[in-house]
């Protein structure tokens, strides 16, 4: 066998190897996001059709009260609209509210597991931002409250822990808050950490 024709079929075995290999690893991550617990709703439905379709369990609605419940681990949102659909990272601090009806009305959350470093925290706000703008979502108060962006005005005011916050909205349908604070963590009291909130409902505002 020539050397090219050995060179070839190394090559070809090597980037096969590696093919598999990525794939591999790309199955696992899948296969780790697909079984993490979650919530999957929207805004409006019946609370019980939540509850049967989430693998994360939560407490049943009470009749004729407007209340809200927690997961009863760590879970994930996952927002189901057809169009306007997103996942977050799991959250620790998750609330599901209901009305007298027994519909879905809201969702407060953390999408974190605990207070994060400022590029950790950054990266989840964007990427959410993300997702709903290739979803269809819009930003709105864009003159008072502008989208969190990777810029040196936007770091410098979170390092400042000013109140920062973006407002977004889908269509007529459904509106977020998503706000990134400074958060003291006793666990890292030498570290400036952050908390992020996002809060989805039907839209509340101008």
């Known amino acids: 066998m020539s050397m090219w024709r050995r060179f070839k079929r190394q090559h070809w075995w090597l980037s096969t190897f590696l093919l598999v290999a990525l794939v591999a690893v790309a199955a696992r991550l899948y296969s780790h996001a697909a079984t993490d617990p979650e919530i999957a709703l929207v805004i409006g439905e019946p609370y019980e059709d939540m509850r049967k ?3 994360a369990k939560i407490d049943p609605a009470i009749p004729g009260h407007f209340w809200g419940n927690f997961p009863k681990t760590d879970a994930r949102l996952r927002f189901i609209d057809p169009q306007y659909g997103f996942l977050t990272p799991i959250a620790r601090f998750f609330t599901v509210t209901f009305e007298e ?7 407060s959350m953390s999408p974190q597991i605990e207070p994060l470093l400022l590029d950790d925290a950054l990266k989840i706000a964007l990427d959410l ?9 819009k930003p709105i108060r864009v003159k008072e ?10 770091r410098d005011s979170l390092k400042a822990c000013k ?36 809060e989805l409902a039907k839209p509340w505002m101008e």
């Open 101 to 107: 009806k027994g519909l879905v009305n809201s969702v």
């Open 145 to 154: 409250d502008p989208p969190f962006a990777d810029t040196p005005e936007w």
């Open 129 to 137: 931002q993300e997702q709903w703008r290739k979803s269809g979502w």
């Open 163 to 198: 109140s920062n916050a973006a407002y977004w909205q889908a269509g007529a349908k459904y509106q977020t808050l998503l706000t990134v604070a400074c958060f003291k963590d006793d666990k890292h009291p030498n570290e400036k950490r952050y908390l992020i909130t996002l």
């Open 53 to 55: 379709r989430s693998s």
